[in-house]
């Protein structure tokens, strides 16, 4: 049981901004939100993670509500090396990350 | 160069034959995953192991094996009883209690 909810697939254009969902409404205080995405044929590969503020690395940045129930992550300028799957997760450290199907990212030229 | 490396990435078997896949890291980390991804689908956990000669089953573990004897080793073992073998493998790797797991390149294994 993934415990979060995510959008099957996403659309978006090429150097667009994209917001990608995830509800998480019975996350628990210990729990950070983490994000990963797959490339095709890879393994996932680590975007963001945060607990409580809102985080921004070189990669994308994440917003998360007040209520943390659910968060958003957001790609500035999505490429076409952006198409991947993107996997949200909780997670408080203390056990293997717990993947669902994920949202499936398609970037249009 | 730093990572984790799974090997091989495409391996064939016939059925009834028992596999076994690589994955070596020199992250230091203590932390070790096996994960199953089926097509159209997310990860699933077959076993970890947080600490050398210790490991622990995951959701989906019947049918496999694993041994962890060095801590940058956690090789996963696909027997003749895992009635479904054909699947991509990921293997990953994290700091114990960390929230950032490396993942290997995964293995794809195709029993005939």
């Known amino acids: 049981d993934a415990k979060t909810t995510q959008p099957n697939s996403m659309e978006s254009n090429e150097e667009e901004p994209v917001h990608l969902p995830c509800n998480h409404s019975?996350?628990?205080?210990?729990?950070?939100i983490h994000w990963y995405r797959q490339l095709p044929s890879q393994g996932p590969e680590y975007v963001i993670h945060g607990l409580t503020s809102n985080v921004n690395n070189r990669m994308a940045s994440l917003a998360i509500a007040e209520d943390r129930k659910s968060s958003t992550l957001i790609l500035h300028r999505a490429t076409l090396r952006d198409a991947a799957v993107y996997y949200c997760i909780r997670n408080s450290g203390n056990t293997p990350l717990v993947f669902g199907k994920g949202t499936r990212l398609s970037v249009i030229a | 160069d730093g990572g984790i490396t799974q090997s091989p990435k495409y391996l064939f078997r016939k059925e009834g034959q028992n596999v076994t896949l690589s994955c070596e890291q020199n992250?230091?980390?203590?932390?070790m995953y096996w994960y199953r991804q089926d097509p159209g689908q997310g990860l699933r956990l077959i076993y970890y192991s947080q600490i050398v000669n210790d490991f622990q089953k995951g959701d989906i573990a019947e049918g496999y094996s694993v041994s962890r004897e060095k801590k940058e080793s956690f090789p996963l073992t696909v027997t003749s009883a895992q009635k479904n073998p054909t699947a991509f493998y990921l293997c990953?790797?994290?700091?114990?209690?960390?929230?950032?797991?490396?993942f290997g390149q995964g293995t794809r294994l195709t029993v005939v």
């Open positions: 990953a790797s994290s700091i114990l209690r960390s929230t950032e797991a490396f």
């Open positions: 992250l230091n980390h203590d932390a």
């Open positions: 019975t996350i628990s205080g210990t729990d950070y």
